[in-house]
Structures are given as C-alpha cells and as structure tokens.
C-alpha cells in the first residue's frame, strides 16, 4: 500500500539544541504515521506533520484502555547512516499485543515501510553520540466514540519519534515486590498494553517512598519468583552465571533481552534461563555471591542495580570495575552492532536510506 506524504511547511528541528540534555520522550520530530481502521478495514497510510488530535471524550481508549505501544530505536553511525535494530521483531510483539487487547493486526509490510519512511523522512532528527539515538513509537487506540464496553469498531495506529540521550538511572536500588503484581497468569503481561505501565506507577511511587528508585517485579500468585525490573527484563549475574527469567504470559519477551542472551553466548558467558527463586537470591546474597543485577530494555539499554531489598533483607551489590562486569561488555558490543562499528553477524541491523 502506497503511504501518502504531506511534508511539513517549516522544521521545527531549530527549536532544539543538540548540544544539551534530551530528554527521554520529550522531543518529538516534524513528521507521524497515521493509519486508521474503520467498516472493518484500514484506510489510507499517511505521514502528516506531527500534530495534536482530535477525538471524542466518549473513545474507547479512554474508559476501557484499549491502547497498545512498541519501542525501537534509529541510529546514526559516523558516515551519517542510520540503522534500525531488529525493527521486525518490534512489529511481530505489536501485533502480538493487538490480538491479545482484541484490535486489528497492522500489515507488517505496510508497519515495516512505515516506520522507514518515516524516518527517512526525519533522518536530521536522528542524533549522533554514543547512547543517542531517534526513539520510535508506534501505538494504537480504540477511538469509536462509543460508551458500551465492548471492543472499538474503530482504531488510529499512528507512530512519532523523536531524539533521545542515553537513559541512565544511576545507582539503582529496588525493591523486590512482595505484595502488588504487574502481571498475571491469563493476563496482559506479554503484551505491550499500555494498562501494564499505568497500573505500575503506584506500587513504584510507594517503593520510592520507602527509597528504593524501581521495583522488581515478582509471579502474582506466590511472590516468590524474580520477574521483570521495572519497565525492562530482569538479569542477575551469580557467580559467572548470567540468569534471567523465562518469558511467559506474564513476561514481556524483550528483544534487549534476547539479543543479550544471544551475545552472552557467543562472548563465552554462560547463561541460565530458568526461574529466579526470591530465596536463591536471598541465600546468594548472604554468600556474597551476586555479582550484578540489571534490568535491560530498548530505552536504557542496560540498567545496573546497586542493591536489591526484600522485606527485612538488603543486599547490596559490589562495585566491580566497569571492565570485568556482564553489563558494560555486552551494553559495548551491542552498541557495537548498533552504532555500525562492528560486523553484525546476527542481521539485527537495517539500514534506512
Ligand atoms: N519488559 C517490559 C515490561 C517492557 O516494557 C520492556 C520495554 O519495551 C521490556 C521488558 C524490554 O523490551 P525490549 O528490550 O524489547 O525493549
Ligand atoms: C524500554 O524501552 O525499555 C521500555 O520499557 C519502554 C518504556 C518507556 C515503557
């Protein structure tokens, strides 16, 4: 399907200083996706000049939380090329999470053009820097305006981006739930819904009070098994083994992860995907055996944790120096990959042009 363009009368690009901070999601470039499914179909594919929208109070999306997202990132390398990191993979999870929340699946080819064109079309937005780099959002919402709570015969499937610094959290400590879930069994927690991020923001405020800076997420049912690290997967590094949890009905399958799993591998670490019993941790921790604990995903990368809590337990985590832990070597060899300084033997990059 052909994607209309309308291009913007001015950039608005001179409006940001490259020079300082970017903040993360703050900043959105001059052009979006639209696309809308309504009488059972999809309309025409457009990129417009990035602007507000108007909808009815009465839409879906705002009473039942039929919204779903993805996150994937450009990158420019040093001869102004840009490449998306394993683009297909953000497609098939979206359209994942679309049959879960009971929306209509977006062509893949038609995503695929779309979030190239797209960012062909905004390619001075993508910054240049180590960690930088051009955050894409597709997303998509039930917009009929209608109040019954039954699925939306409409939806608008739209993606924005914009320049983004590296994210880093600093020393993270977190709190290991022991009472509030982001997930269940036979729920939402594999999809990219945006009601997981919401219902998290509570139970993440409470730990913050306690003075902890993110929560680790653990099974609904017993509490007893590590899960997911805030907003990203979950990794724990005992003795010189890398573990982390299997993905399942409550555990996004987080392409970050995956691609750690895959260079852990080749890079000789030996990797353990199995479930992280609170209680190993525990007894880890009073041997002295964690190394490091991080939580990966698209937007950080790779977050380190400098102490894990749970209940009257505090373990924190020793300082290794940045060359001999997991994190600094993969987060390198995946910017690496990302940034076009090495070869890619996986396929993961693509290039836009
Ligand atoms: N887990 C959750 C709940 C997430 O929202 C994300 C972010 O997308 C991840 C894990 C990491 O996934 P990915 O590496 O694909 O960004
Ligand atoms: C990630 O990319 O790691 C995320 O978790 C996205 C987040 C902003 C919801």
Redesign the pocket.
Known sequence: MKIEVEKCAKTKIGDIDFGSAMP??KYMSDHMFILKWENGQWGTPKIEPYHALSIEPSSKVFHYGQAI?E?MKAFRDANDKIFLFRPKDNIARFNKSAVRMNMPEVPEDLFYDAVKQLVALDKAWVPRGEGRSYYIRPFMIGCEPALNAVPSAEYLFMIIGGPVDAIFHGDVTVKIADHFSRAANGGTGFA?CSGN?GGQFYPSTLAKKEGFQSVIWTDDATHTHLEEA???NFMIRIGDTLHTAPVSDRILD?I?RKSILQLAKDMGIKTDISPILVDDVVEAGKKGEIKEAF??????VISPISALGYKEHYMKLPKLQSEETFAERIRQRIFDIQYNRTADPYGWRDEVL
């Not at 939580?295 to 950080?300: F, V």
């Open positions: 993360f999601g997202f996150g990219k991020y805030g907003q990203m987080g970050t939580g990966c995903g698209t937007a950080a």
